[in-house]
């Protein structure tokens, strides 16, 4: 039902920032959590950060903590990952998730699913 566009992924040097976005085709509105998750490769697919339909409640997954701020606008239909003081270990391809649950903060609850962004922190 969901379809959603990631954007903004790319090479950085570590330190430095990037945005991401992530739209979405249809309305989502208040009745989506929306969360960003990442796979680098040879791992699996892990939790970043999700964000309550409202936009009044976040979680984080402790490595991101104080460098990464999810938000949503939801006159818009979109989600952003604000990610600051990036280091080589947050490199792997990001995947903007919809979710019709909130606090569980795992793929097994979101539904829809991005194609994924490659962001590339160098050295």
């Known amino acids: 039902q969901v379809q959603l566009v990631e954007s903004g992924g790319g090479l950085v040097q570590a330190g430095g920032s990037l945005r991401l976005s992530c739209a979405a085709s249809?309305?989502?509105?208040?009745?989506?959590?929306m969360g960003w998750f990442r796979q680098a490769p040879g791992k699996e697919r892990e939790f970043v950060a999700d964000?309550?339909?409202?936009?009044?409640?976040?979680y984080y997954t402790d490595s991101v903590k104080g460098r990464f701020t999810i938000s949503r606008d939801n006159a818009k239909n979109t989600v952003y990952l604000q990610m600051n003081s990036l280091k080589p270990e947050d490199t792997a391809v990001y995947y903007c998730?919809?979710?019709?649950?909130?606090?569980?903060?795992?793929?097994?609850?979101?539904?829809?699913w991005g194609q994924g962004t490659q962001v590339t922190v160098s050295s």
């Open positions: 998730a919809a979710s019709n649950y909130f606090g569980y903060h795992t793929s097994n609850y979101y539904a829809y």
């Open positions: 249809a309305r989502t509105t208040s009745s989506y959590t």
């Open positions: 964000i309550s339909g409202s936009g009044g409640a976040s």
